[in-house]
């Protein structure tokens, strides 16, 4: 991105948020500056912050 106010969009983008409860399992198939994108049980899609996520063991 230039720093004179203007940019060229490269990719699709959803800033979407997705709701999530401790201990859940959702996948996640895309990291992007510290947030991650994430599926549920349900199908539903979103982002999650890294720092509330886990790997399972």
């Known amino acids: 991105m230039r ?3 203007t940019a060229r969009i490269l990719r ?3 800033s979407m ?3 999530v409860s401790p201990g859940e399992v959702v996948t996640g198939f895309e990291t992007v500056e ?3 994108r994430c599926r549920n ?3 539903d899609e979103g ?3 890294e ?3 886990s790997p399972l063991a």
Do not use: H
């Open 12 to 14: 699709d983008y959803s």
């Open 3 to 5: 720093m004179d106010g």
């Open 34 to 36: 510290g947030w991650i």
């Open 41 to 43: 049980a349900n199908g």
């Open 17 to 19: 948020e997705l709701t």
């Open 51 to 53: 720092e509330n996520c």
């Open 47 to 49: 982002w999650v912050p």
